[in-house]
Nanobody, 123 residues
């Protein structure tokens, strides 16, 4: 089992940037995929981005392509989600999640979840 802790959420104006971090402990990420999902009240959890720890390119939802970027910090077992050009529709609770093997766009494929961090984009 992997314990995940997100940080970096907050309030930002439209067009601004935030950097979310997901730090893992308990097991190494040697064969895990880390995904970011977001959820707003009354809606299902939505895929945002994901990356497989062993390499390969990250996957992004169409709604965030060109604005969000994933990066890994191997030494710290961390994954960072750089969010630029934020829009009000990006407002949500953002969760990171882990699964063994390659990443999936489907939240049910992930076994371990963080507690979430709130991102609010508003003027």
């Amino acid at each position: 089992q992997v314990q995940l802790v997100e940080s970096g959420g907050g309030l930002v104006q439209p067009g601004g940037s935030l950097r979310l971090s997901c730090v893992g402990s308990g097991r190494t990420f040697s064969n895990h995929a880390i995904g970011w999902f977001r959820q707003t009240p009354g809606k299902e959890r939505e895929f945002v981005a994901a990356i497989w720890w062993r390499g390969g390119s990250a996957g992004y939802a169409d709604s965030v392509k060109g604005r969000f970027t994933l990066s890994r910090d191997n030494a710290k077992s961390a994954v960072h989600l750089q969010m630029n050009s934020l829009k009000p529709e990006d407002t949500a609770v953002y969760y990171c999640a882990a699964k063994v093997g390659g990443y999936s766009f489907n939240s049910v494929a992930y076994d371990d979840w963080g507690q979430g961090t709130q991102v609010t984009v508003s003027s």
